[in-house]
């Protein structure tokens, strides 16, 4: 492992060369859960820096306060449990190496600060804005770290973490720990400003995530999606089910900060070309309901349920994207909150290093269905690259974009039925919406205008296989008429003439 003791930057240089592009689950349209929390557009701003009860030695300091005072003192050493870290990525590669230890938990905000403004987004400003920002964290003494430059900021000591089984049966024991937290809490001065409702009870983070979408008129649940719970250095996470609802992993006595940070292992919705899109929540000692509408935050939850149906939802036997893996960086999704001619594009070389965002996407004021379908759009573009590198950069823009364009009706409609796909032009057909729908169902996509499409029953997996080493939109034709057997193949060789204009 690598440590620093000031702050140090490496600021990367990137080329040029776009590969450009252009650009629910269920009917709920009952009210809000609660009150829609109101999250700031910009960055979190931080309040005063705290001190810091649970370093070892102001945990000492109450251990002495509570036997000088006459309470009845068990034999407890005061010794470091845990170390307060910050690290700082040179590079996505050494930022990935970190997020792969699930047992790292990870916060671009400083652990020991108030938040005074909850933003959707925190980069450090002493830092240059191409730089990835300080990731904070509290780990175990004796945690083997990764090879990344890191700041010891203190050594802490947190009882309850580290209680054994034995200790936990022992009810004296674990009023002594709570005691001496108290007094820890009572010299620095946050006792006052902790919310505890609950007594002695403990309770478990724990409630429900949805979002507007303008095309049910109503709430829309968020699969998928990390919501962390931290009380100074000790975060209880939970992940969201299809219906939106989470429950975390652990308990506490008194508040918690709630947080969401919009991404998963294979992929991370970035806020435009700054960093890390989150979604700092309340402070609060109960459930948080929250029903996100308007503002970035809403974008970037769109945003993360279509990344999250092509990674790891049912996608009609198509391959994923590509994923996290050793030398193969995560994939970054550049949210732009403002309109643009364009709705996306995706550009394989941006991948180098990690740094850049492979994808960018624009237009918040779109309808929620068509920001999904150019996400998955985008998506099958880096699913097609995937699928061999040379290939895909040699290919007519007419079968990367037609391909792109079945994909995004497919996958899109899966959750919006009535979404009748991207527009039309001559780099944009539905020519692979043809070959897979039925006759009847023509009408259903924005190319309906061929008024007689004979091609059905393909499937998207045959396509993409035939797709597969074809640079060219005769090639592709061919590959598909010779490599199955169709009742309607003497048709595709019209279809494609058709579209071919």
């Known amino acids: 492992m690598k440590r620093i003791t000031t702050h140090s930057v490496l600021v990367a240089a990137m080329c040029t060369v776009i590969v450009a592009c252009e650009k629910n689950d269920l009917p709920l349209n009952d009210e809000p859960l609660s009150p829609v929390f109101e999250n700031n557009n910009g960055m979190t701003v931080l309040g005063q820096k705290l001190e810091n009860p649970y370093s070892v030695e102001n945990m000492e300091k109450a251990y002495l306060n509570l036997k000088s005072s006459g309470y009845e003192t068990p034999g ?148 998928g999606v990390e919501v962390k719970a931290r009380r100074w250095f000790t975060t209880h996470k939970g992940t969201t089910n299809s219906q939106g609802y989470y429950s975390c992993d652990g308990t506490f006595k008194r508040d918690a900060n709630y947080s969401i940070d919009w991404d998963r292992h294979n992929f991370s919705i970035r806020s435009g070309s700054v960093g890390q899109a989150s979604y700092d929540g309340p402070k609060r000692d109960g459930n948080w309901d929250v029903d996100i509408k308007g503002g970035k935050s809403q974008y970037y939850a769109q945003i993360f349920r279509a990344a999250h149906h092509y990674y790891y939802k049912n996608i009609d036997g198509l391959r994923r994207p590509p994923e996290n893996k050793f030398l193969r960086p995560q994939m970054k999704i550049a949210a732009y909150y403002e309109e643009s001619g364009r709705s996306g594009n995706c550009a394989a070389w941006r991948r180098t290093l990690g740094i850049l965002s492979w994808i960018r996407i624009w237009n918040p004021q779109h309808s929620s269905h068509e920001i999904y379908g150019t996400v998955i759009h985008e998506l099958a573009h880096a699913s097609h690259w995937d699928m061999g590198h040379g290939d895909f950069n040699d290919t007519e823009d007419k079968v990367k974009e037609s391909w792109g364009r079945g994909v995004q009706y497919t996958l899109t409609r899966m959750v919006y039925p009535i979404y009748r796909g991207g527009g039309i032009s001559s780099k944009y057909t539905p020519v692979i919406i043809d070959l897979v729908d039925k006759r009847e169902d023509d009408a259903n996509n924005n190319g309906a205008r061929y008024p007689n499409d004979q091609v059905q029953g393909y499937t998207m997996r045959q396509i993409e296989d035939a797709l597969r080493g074809q640079k060219s939109w005769n090639d592709l034709k061919n590959n598909i008429i010779n490599k199955y057997s169709n009742e309607t193949k003497t048709f595709v060789d019209q279809l494609f003439n058709y579209w071919n204009y």
């Not at 590079?91 to 790292?104: C, F, P, Q, V």
């Not at 920002?133 to 309850?160: G, R, S």
């Not at 006052?192 to 995530?209: E, Q």
Request: with cysteine.
């Open 76 to 223: 407890v050493q005061i010794e470091t449990t845990h170390l307060y870290l910050r690290f700082l990525p040179q590079n996505y590669d050494e930022l990935s190496l970190l997020k792969s230890d699930s047992t790292i938990i990870l916060y671009e905000i400083p652990m020991d600060y108030e938040i005074t403004e909850p933003g959707v987004y925190y980069h450090d400003p002493s830092l240059p804005d191409t730089a990835i920002t300080w990731q904070y964290c509290a780990v175990e003494v004796d945690k083997h770290l990764p090879n990344v430059q890191y700041e010891l900021l203190a050594k802490l000591y947190i009882p309850l973490e580290t209680e054994s089984a034995d200790t936990k049966s022992s009810n004296s024991l674990s009023s002594f720990f709570e005691k001496l937290e108290d007094e820890a809490l009572r010299i620095t001065g946050n006792l006052d400003r902790t919310i505890n409702t609950r007594g002695n009870s403990k309770w478990r983070p724990a409630g429900r995530i949805r979002v507007w979408d303008n095309i049910i008129s109503g709430y829309a649940p968020v699969e």
